[in-house]
């Protein structure tokens, strides 16, 4: 904390006017002991300040001037007065933000009703609306205006899961950990199947199947070796992964990358995500107006990430082998996650015949309207799926009761919460904070990323609590379809800012990797990027996310934007008690950033501690427990604190070169 009418030294900020030093009360000259007393306590307090001051220059980084050196005249934003709106200092903003987010913080209240009583929110779902309608009515009574639900889409059916249980009942009583894939079919009635390991990988081999599958329960998995861990559950970035964030080389190629990948992969090393070369404007090609099977989807035919099953082309073929042989359900092995934990995907779409836009795969989602429909999709435990296949090769008669019920939802458009704090006299311009309020089926959606949501529902209260007046519109977006690839965000960026006019035609949407796509792809592959600007577009100054798990702020990635260290470089210093005070070059993808990036806005997304991150993502233990409430306290008052600096600069941040000139290209 900052002592009152004193700014430290290594707290300023460029883009506030300085404050000067409170100074030392003049001698009493009617009392000459007391008068030599002050003078010789004064002059050890500034020989005490003087070496605090001279140690903080010391830990500046090389080439970055000294918070006490004069500031030379410049035209960067950061170099400029805060005009006519407020006098706050920097450190009072900050101080006041510590102590509302950290005394009267409703983090806890807020994480906890919208995982605990409204739950999972998958996409297109009664539970997803409901949270647009929560956050909605909450922002409004902490005085936001404009807080309203807008409508994206057509993204497609919505998905309920009303009621599942699953048990093994011969050779023995066997309750099973399991859960239906999202937006998988159900059952008219109970079923019981004999189970069957569908151990196949020939055409020989599939051969021996044929006509006895039909009304069984098949398993269409390899089973998934187990091995014993030793590394921690839950990791925080140390000084030495932060180091090497710190020095990574700015980003050189246009290979996308997702970084949860990263984090799931380094969580158990404590490994940092590793720095990655994404272009996120080359990644996303367009930022059209989202189309219903525009996606991407989490399923056992997803690359291969570590400390999951070996990845095969065979599950898939398994799947539409069982589908055409009449099998009554499918069971996979869960790719990720032991000890019970199930990572809960999506269904995958298999049509009654090969070719055409219903043959078998992938890219065919199944919420899309014209997805036809087929046998449940069940996900087992690794260590149960695990069982049945040692039973079943042991030479048991194995039998299954299942019953899943599930209901599609007829309303095709989707949804996304948007509020605004008004600014001052740049009230037209605006500064974005956001993060997706759609989750997988599975859990309750704590980590990804109700935590990125009640992030963000704290910063603009925290905001508004302190009646802080920006001179930008600061405005909360939270968005659905981002589990989907973007959608929700896409959508909104497309509509308020921007897109770029190559997007591909809906026939290649719904059917890409189909043979009639070929030519629609040759016809638009040379096709050269123009960008649709909206009315928003120039007045955007800035949207910050957060969705890399529950773990506090540790710093920002740049997202290639070097003009923006200096600056972030002076916003980090006053936080850097909070831990938060990393800047890398790297850039991260995978998340909604990449919706305003894509367009030439600076997008950006915080550096965050993984905690449990890797081990519960995508799964059923992604809930409330797995979070720390002092993690997101922090992260609120780090987010507040940028989005309130950026909306009191005298001109938008400085933004990347846009290629748009530049060719369209295609992986």
Known sequence: ??????????????????????????????????????????????????????????????????????????????????????????????????????????????????????????????????????????????????????????????????????????????????????????????????????????????????????????????????????????????????????????????????????????????????????????????????????????????????????????????????????????????????????????????GAADGGTNRGSPFVRPWATNAPPGPPQMVLAAEHYNRLIHLLQAGEKVRLALEVQTQFHDDLMSYNTTAEIPGTDRKQEVVMLGAHLDSMAGGTGGADNGAGVVVCLEAVRLLKALDLKPRRTIRIGLWSGEEQGLLGSKAYVARHFGYFTNRPPVTQLRSPRDASEQPARAQTSGTRRVLKRQREYERCSAYYNLDNGAGRIRGIYLQGNEALRPIFRAWLEPLRELGAETITASNTGGTDHLSFDAIGLPGFQFLQDPVEYGRTYHTTMDVRERALVADLQQAAIVMAAFVYQTAMLDETLPRKPLPEEAPSRRP
């Open 1 to 350: 904390m900052i002592a009152a009418g004193k700014v430290a030294s290594d707290q300023r900020c460029p883009c506030f006017a300085s404050e000067p030093r409170v100074t030392n009360p003049p001698v009493n000259r009617f009392r000459l002991t007391s008068a030599l007393l002050l003078a010789f306590a004064t002059s050890l307090g500034l020989a005490v300040e003087g070496r605090s001051n001279s140690a903080d220059r010391e830990r500046e980084p090389t080439g970055m001037p000294s918070a006490d050196a004069p500031t030379p005249a410049t035209n960067s934003p950061a170099s400029r007065s805060r005009g006519p709106a407020t006098n706050e200092s920097p450190a009072s903003v900050i101080a006041r933000l510590r102590d509302e987010g950290t005394n009267r913080s409703q983090i806890a209240d807020l994480f906890g009703y919208l995982t605990d009583v409204i739950g999972p929110r998958l996409t297109g779902s009664p539970n997803c609306r409901r949270a647009n309608e929560w956050t909605r009515d909450k922002l409004t009574s902490w005085g936001l205006t404009n807080a309203q639900i807008e409508a994206w889409g057509p993204f497609g059916r919505g998905w309920s899961l009303k009621r599942f249980s699953a048990q093994v009942i011969e050779p023995q009583a066997i309750p099973l950990i399991a859960w239906p894939k999202a937006w998988s079919c159900g059952s008219e009635r109970p079923l019981e199947g004999e189970a069957v390991y569908l151990d196949a990988r020939t055409d020989a081999e599939f051969e021996q199947f044929k006509g006895k599958l039909k009304g069984c329960i098949v398993l269409i998995s390899v089973p998934r070796e187990l091995p014993v861990h030793f590394e921690p559950l839950a990791t925080r970035l140390d000084e030495t992964n932060l180091l090497r964030l710190a020095n990574a080389a700015p980003p050189s190629s246009a290979r996308p990358f997702r970084p949860r990948d990263a984090v799931r992969r380094d969580a158990s090393t404590n490994r940092p995500a590793r720095p990655t070369t994404t272009n996120a404007v080359a990644a996303s090609r367009t930022n059209a107006p989202a189309r219903t099977n525009d996606s991407r989807a989490v399923s056992e035919t997803d690359p291969p990430r570590p400390s999951r099953g070996p990845r095969s082309s065979d599950a898939l073929s398994r799947l539409r082998f069982a589908v055409r042989e009449g099998a009554a359900a499918t069971v996979s092995v869960s790719s990720a996650g032991d000890g019970g934990t199930v990572l809960v995907g999506e269904a995958t779409v298999v």
